[in-house]
């Protein structure tokens, strides 16, 4: 198996959602408050703006703007504490989130509007550069949202670090962003490829197998595990590929190709509908929308359709 372990961040696939970065996050200035006082006043400063979890943009030709002028972000009154990104371009850039409760009001503005991270991902409404500072900027969000206390004790928490950490007054503890890992993962075995069906898919679309990482598990050996407890399939030699931030809420695909030592399909019902070894002539035909059976593959900007792809250009 080719394995790909030490592809060059500027080879990955473009068109691969949220993974290309421009960012410099400068993470040694979060705590310094004459820094960031200066930043956001800085006239390039710009700040993206979530209601609840959702981007707001300004309506207009593709693509679309998701950045505003702090002097110029709707419903200010009802913001919280901006949350520092870190440099684009040498330029500031913040995230600012707006209650999930002004959705109505901004669906009846004529200048901006609010759509999904996932549609503007799938139909690429906004530059590369920006759909990872979105990314970021929704993760962050999802966390703050949901450790609103301490963990430890119970006690309300606030942000700090510029929206980088949350602090608990009540017993000290600090509380850091979380990434939940996930492996996803093409089995192959001679010149074909396994793919699943999960219940919520659109119809017709079969994905590359994924499931989360647990505690004391390797890369390895999480995808082996989920192949076998989804498919039961039995796998050897795993090969890391790319991986991919998928802010859904806040987690990291982690892409692999994985040496199947087996065929005989064993489906497990309540994580699958069906899986199928295709060819890769099938697998063309998914790509290109014209398979016979109706299969669909995963669009452009997913990591299973980078997977399938590799598989391709496999000797």
């Not at 703006?49 to 950045?67: H, K």
């Not at 590369?128 to 962050?140: F, Q, R, Y």
């Not at 796998?235 to 987690?251: G, I, L």
């Amino acid at each position: 198996m080719r394995a790909n372990s030490h592809r060059w961040i500027d080879s990955l696939p473009q068109t691969l959602g949220f993974s290309h970065v421009t960012l410099d996050r400068l993470a040694e200035k979060r705590n310094d408050a004459v820094f960031l006082e200066d930043a956001r006043h800085e006239p390039m400063s710009r700040t993206f703006v979530l209601a609840g979890d959702v981007p707001v943009v300004r309506r207009g030709d593709l693509p679309l703007d998701p950045l505003f002028k702090f002097a110029d972000v709707p419903f200010a009154t009802e913001i919280g504490e901006p949350i520092f990104l870190g440099l684009d371009d040498g330029h500031p850039r913040f995230v600012v989130t707006l209650p999930e409760s002004v959705l109505p009001l901004i669906a009846e503005q004529q200048d901006i509007k609010a759509i999904d991270l996932r549609s503007i991902a799938v139909q690429g409404l906004v530059t590369t550069p920006h759909m990872n500072m979105l990314a970021t900027a929704k993760a962050l969000a999802a966390w703050h949202a949901k450790h609103r206390f301490c963990a430890n004790c119970g006690a309300p928490t606030h942000p700090t670090s510029a929206g980088w950490k949350r602090h608990c007054d009540q017993c000290g503890t600090e509380h850091f962003p979380r990434t939940d890992p996930v492996v996803i993962m093409m089995a192959i075995k001679d010149d074909k490829c396994l793919m699943g069906r999960s219940p919520r898919f659109p119809p017709g679309m079969y994905s590359c197998l994924a499931g989360f990482m647990e505690p004391g598990e390797s890369i390895e050996d999480a995808v082996r595990r989920e192949i076998f407890e989804e498919t039961g399939i039995a796998c050897a030699e795993v090969a890391y590929h790319f991986a991919q931030p998928w802010p859904f809420p806040m987690s990291l695909m982690i892409g692999c190709i994985a040496r199947a030592t087996s065929e005989e399909i064993t489906l497990d019902g309540a994580e699958l509908d069906d899986a199928c070894w295709v060819t890769r002539d099938e697998l063309r035909q998914m790509l290109a929308g014209t398979h016979p059976g109706g299969m669909q593959a995963p669009t452009r900007m997913s990591i299973a359709n980078h997977l399938m792809r590799e598989f391709l250009e496999m000797p």
